[in-house]
């Protein structure tokens, strides 16, 4: 599903990709969510998306890897998994376009070993890292961790589940659950970004009368891993 939000602030463009992931954190399959996320994006070193950004010169002088984040949004029984990804308005297109491709190929293809053994190094070691940071990021991440798992030490059975994670779980999860080559789209920008990614001025929406509020996503969305104040 392809979404467009026109919006007339010409200095902000997002492209955003995700699905609703029947996982939420109180469940062993949650650890199979955190690391097939840290193999496309959240990896330092590996990251799938990063990796194809560096490759491309046209994408590595206009996009940053490190301005892709990722969001975890607990609703109800689902996490709502997505990349969340500022660009400048002459590049949507091909962004959009690279980051499904990367998405269905994942799908299709799932993890190698060595990804595999290093998104499960790098998650042991930063989910305490990240998460723990200081007294108040502490108490936070136990309280969550306390009420999401219905009283039970949540943080520590998190760490068991990354632990004790299989590959062939792994890419069992993420293509009978996560089914990255099924995520929805949706780019906010204005009118004439609309219609470079959708091809035509009958596809475009109408520009808004009045400028639309733009909240920063990251204001208002917590970022996987990443203690929120």
Known sequence: MKTSIPIKD?????????????????????AYLLMADCILNNHPIFSRLAQRVGSDPSLADNLSPDAVETKFVPLGNTIAWALNIPVEPNIVPTVATIVQS?????ARTGTTPEEFAEAKRFLVNAVPVRQF????????????????????????EQLANLRAAKLDNLNKFVRSDLKPDQSSLVIAGTTSTMKRVHGGKGAAAAEPKEPLPVKDPADSVPSALSPQN
Do not use: M
């Open 10 to 30: 010409r200095a902000r463009t997002f492209v955003t990709i995700g699905r609703l992931v029947n996982t939420p954190a109180d469940t062993a399959n949650y």
């Open 102 to 106: 990367e998405l269905r190929k994942f």
């Open 133 to 156: 940071s200081t007294a108040t990021d502490a108490a936070k991440t136990i309280l969550e961790c306390y009420l999401q798992s219905g009283g039970h030490d949540g943080f520590n």
